[in-house]
């Protein structure tokens, strides 16, 4: 048993009224247990408690409720921020409790700071004084971020029931952040985690109003859904209190009517309004997993706001990765002022990817051919070129009615041994989810391809070469088919360089590969040329461009007016004459 369940299970038997020793004892013991648990963890962080958010308080209580408490990552310059509300009802709760200390220890490790806040509390303070507090706890947290080492425009708002709801108004009603100066674009997101999205209770209550009877109007987060606000990730628990999912829906639904781009929820099967929160601390998972990848995606797209959005983002594992865990600093863009050009533009080079994600770019309904295009950016298993290698790729897919899948996997793991074995589990889960959503995504099953370059070319040839999954099916989703229907190396690493063509083991079922390559590359030539030797020994259509000068990394730009560039041509059409676009 977890113990945060421990926890909810004694304060349980304490309600009941049975059992109060026992509870007492085991509290005793479980919170012992905790503060072992976060002093060890403590050297990779640093805290900073008890810090004024509203030192000019008017009121004692005021001065007593309104501090907060800073967990900073460690060498992590640049780093996010989540702004944690605790729950409890709006009348008690703590900044402290075992659910903010363990998200925040658990966060911060991952290179992203928790600062968790304390507010006013009903009945000693009414509605709207606890969302001012939080909106103060907000601006003070936006205003000093920069100074202990994070990123100012990285600061994203959550918080559990209470602290939800509290996060759900900053949001909504923008009364609250504008009397402090800050608009929608000071807060990059909003997380709330089983949030109160009507009138709250307590507010109902100081308003002599039932708490069964559901309001909607100026304390209810769904009555000021808008489209100007900051993108939206609401969770909750299938067993979560009783229409507590169905008010998120509301919301969501509410927003995404009012224009808002960027409004999503997930429900948890068998989470319930304490495990959906309590279980945060814990490294496998999936609500705390997921909630990293919205704020790593919201950061991504707030630094490359040129990028075509994707239509879809999906995470592709439910929980940790198979393989050995890692702990890496927050995902970033790792280019340098000094890397070189290409076609006069830099290239976006993500780095330290632990969320391994499909980003699915759809072509409109009416030119949509139904193939699909699983896409590997390249970067030497060390980061991915992934405008380069990736958006761009897909942007060139879409225009032929092909849908085009980024996969995001993970790096580094140029250290690792094997070093593709990660990206191609990423790769095959990926080709799986694709032909899992067809009917979803208006897609054939039987016409998906992979596509890779460089290190993501090792990555599509290893996948390709597999007969079997590189993991244990976990999912619906394995259910369907990991091989590939065709492929495309595009300066392919990672390929056989012998010369002896035999050495090259084919699968039985192999599909057609198309390649280009470069003959100054300084990835070998040769390897290309042993794999097109092999596929005609083994008699797969496939096709070979090799062209005199090009050099490596180029994508599809170009580059210099050399004619390495213009692979794509011959790529589109061998992909016509396979029937997967330009059909009338």
Known sequence: MET???????????????????????????????????????????????????????????????????????????FPTLVWFHGGGLQNGDKADAIATGLAHRFAGEGIAVVSVNYRLSPKASFPAYIEDAAAAVAHVRKHVGERGGADDLVFVSGHSAGGYLTSMLGVDARYLQ?????????????????????????????????TQPIIDEGAPSYHARSGAAPFFCIAGTEDLPARAEENRYFVAALEAAGHPWARLKVYEGRDHTTIASRLSQKSDVVAVDMKAFMLEVGARRAFPNLRKPDHVVNLWPGRPPGPERVLEAEQDMTKDSDRLIAGRRIIKLGNVSVPQAHVFLPPVEKRTGASVVICPGGGFHILAW????????????????????????????????????PAQDAQRTLSLVRHHAPEWQLDPDRVAILGFSAGGATAWKTTLAEKRHYEAIDAVDEASCRPDRVVLIYGAGLPEDSDATA?????????????????????????ANVLLALKQAEVPSELHV????GHGYGLRLVDDLPVTTWIDPCAAWLRRAGWWGKE
């Open 547 to 550: 062209y005199d000068a090009g």
């Open 179 to 211: 009397a402090h100066g800050l608009g929608d674009d000071a807060i990059a997101g909003y997380l709330p985690v089983s949030g109160q999205m009507i009138t709250h209770s307590t507010v109902r209550g100081e308003r002599g109003i039932a708490r």
């Open 4 to 78: 945060l369940d421990c926890v909810k299970m004694a304060i349980g038997w304490s309600r009941q009224g049975r059992l109060d020793l026992l509870a007492e004892g085991l509290m005793k013991s479980i919170t012992l247990l905790l503060v072992s648990l976060l002093v060890a963890q403590a050297a990779d962080l640093e805290t900073i408690t008890d810090e004024p958010y509203k030192p000019e308080g008017e009121t004692a209580y005021e001065r007593e409720r309104c501090l907060l408490d800073w967990y900073l990552p460690k060498d992590t310059p640049g």
């Open 504 to 528: 090259v083991r084919l699968p039985e079922a192999m599909p057609p590969v198309f390649m280009a390559h470069a003959f100054d590359d300084f990835v070998p030539v040769a390897g290309t």
């Open 387 to 422: 405008d380069l290698e990736g958006v761009e790729v897909a942007e060139w897919l879409n225009g032929l009615g092909i849908a085009a899948v980024v996969l995001k996997y993970r790096v580094p793991t140029a250290a690792q041994n094997p070093r593709w074995l990660a």
